[in-house]
């Protein structure tokens, strides 16, 4: 019987705790590799959300600006 998670919620709702269980199904991996591997999914998810406000007229990339700067909208 699989307990509910009750770690902490990362960007998006995605589970904590699901990343690392998830990550560690293939067997043992180092602190590095969770790290990666849980980071990497948060960068992927990051990406998305950009390149959809940005599809949506929400966020630019400003280069003048340093980065991505939300529109007027």
Known sequence: ?????SGPSGPGGRDLEAGVREALESG????????EA??????????ATLDE???????RY????GGY???DE
Do not use: H, I
Not at 53 to 59: A, I, Y
């Open 69 to 71: 700067v939300l529109t």
């Open 53 to 59: 406000l940005q599809d949506r007229n929400r966020v």
């Open 28 to 35: 043992p991996r180092s602190w590095d590799e969770l790290v």
């Open 38 to 47: 849980v980071v990497g999914d948060v960068e992927d998810e990051l990406e």
């Open 62 to 65: 400003s280069g003048r600006e």
């Open 1 to 5: 019987v699989e307990e509910p998670a």
